[in-house]
């Protein structure tokens, strides 16, 4: 389907039909989500870094060896797009930026069969021109972020990005907290996700690896309180369940 885009543009699939590969990614977003290793498809000439490290098309980013944590927003022209998608579900380890277009092939392939979780983002991102100038017109189209990894996943789940996060591959535990919004519907879910009686120890353990918790400093009395307030039931001393 053909939409407009930035002037002169106009969508083929996946990708776009441009004269330039040059949409950097707004420098905000990097900053919410970086530090990062490895940025594999890098301008010549950059306004600022993406990663520590920057391939460019004169390197040839999808013959070089990828390492730690990458951030990627590919060229959007076909077929680098796809090769570059692909490159990074193998990696498996850091974020990709691109067209939340979720019905074509490089979607199916290499974001909902590859990566860990998305974030999709609110309104329409104004992409960087090479020399820092924010692009004129809005990308035409909705973006998504995908996570490769757990701790990408973190990331993503805890950003301070407007968006909407959806897990794909989280453990179970994680993907229902995330979607909890206060810590009484994050211990129910919690609890819900455990069948039979819990010692409070596993509680505390798997929820001091979730996001919610590290704002929190009294996470283990503030479980209690949940547990107590009715989010479970006391089956024995240091023993809960979930509630009726
Ligand atoms: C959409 S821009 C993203 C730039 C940058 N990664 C960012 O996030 O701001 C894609 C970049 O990939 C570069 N590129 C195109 N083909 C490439 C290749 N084979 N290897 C490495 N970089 C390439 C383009 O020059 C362009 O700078």
């Known amino acids: 389907m053909n939409q407009p885009a930035l002037p002169g543009l106009g969508f083929r699939g996946h990708g776009l039909r441009a004269q330039t590969d040059e949409w950097l990614t707004p420098p905000s977003i990097i900053d919410a989500l970086g530090p990062f290793d490895l940025d594999p498809a890098a301008p010549a000439v950059r306004p600022w870094p993406t990663a520590y490290e920057h391939y460019t098309e004169a390197d040839n980013g999808l013959l ?88 990408d996943a973190e990331v993503l789940a805890d950003c301070s990005i407007d968006g909407q996060f959806v897990p794909l591959r989280l453990p179970r535990v994680f993907a229902v907290l995330a979607l909890s919004t206060t810590w009484g519907q994050a211990v129910r879910d ?55």
């Not at 590919?74 to 090769?83: E, H, Q």
């Not at 069948?195 to 283990?220: C, F, M, Q, S, T």
Request: glycine letters at 12%.
């Open 190 to 244: 919690y609890m819900r996700s455990r069948p039979g009686p819990v010692p409070l120890a596993d509680i505390y353990r798997d929820l001091a690896g979730h996001p919610k918790a590290r704002r929190n400093r009294n996470v283990e009395a503030k479980i209690r309180q949940e547990l107590q307030r009715g989010a479970g039931r006391r089956v024995d001393r240091g023993l809960w369940e979930a509630a009726a």
């Open 64 to 151: 070089l060896p990828w390492f730690g944590r990458v951030w990627l927003n590919p060229p959007y022209s076909n077929p680098l797009i796809g090769r570059f998608m692909g490159r990074m579900t193998e990696h498996g380890c850091g974020t990709a930026l691109i067209f939340a277009r979720t019905e074509t092939e490089t979607f199916f392939r290499h974001v909902w069969q590859g990566a860990t979780a998305l974030r999709f983002l609110a309104g329409r991102l104004h992409f960087h021109k090479v020399d820092g100038s924010r692009a004129p017109g809005n990308a035409g189209a909705p973006s998504v972020l995908c996570a490769y990894g757990d701790a």
